[in-house]
């Protein structure tokens, strides 16, 4: 932000986090993401399988609310 000509920066990092529905809702969420980069290296029937156990693993995270996804936001702040 200096580089950009800003004065008085002030960064700050926060947990933020999200509710989803259903461990199917999360999955496509993991596969697009950088998250499932280690995924994309393996065999479809791999893929599948590892999904498949990923799904009964997130069911055992399931609220009232859905499954919380714990996420860090970074902020900045600055004058210009």
């Given at each position: 932000m200096?580089?950009?000509?800003?004065?008085?920066?002030k960064?700050?990092?926060d947990?933020?986090g999200?509710?989803?529905?259903s461990?199917?809702?999360?999955?496509?969420?993991?596969?697009?993401?950088?998250?499932?980069?280690p995924?994309?290296?393996?065999?479809?029937?791999?893929?599948?399988?590892?999904?498949?156990?990923?799904?009964?693993?997130?069911?055992?995270?399931?609220?009232?609310?859905?499954?919380?996804?714990?996420?860090?936001?970074?902020?900045?702040?600055?004058?210009?």
């Amino acid at each position: 932000m200096a580089d950009a000509g800003f004065t008085g920066i002030k960064v700050s990092k926060d947990e933020m986090g999200f509710f989803f529905k259903s461990p199917e809702e999360r999955i496509p969420d993991i596969v697009v993401s950088a998250e499932g980069n280690p995924l994309k290296t393996l065999t479809r029937g791999l893929q599948e399988l590892i999904i498949a156990e990923h799904k009964e693993e997130l069911a055992k995270l399931m609220t009232s609310d859905g499954i919380f996804l714990q996420a860090p936001a970074l902020f900045s702040f600055g004058s210009r």
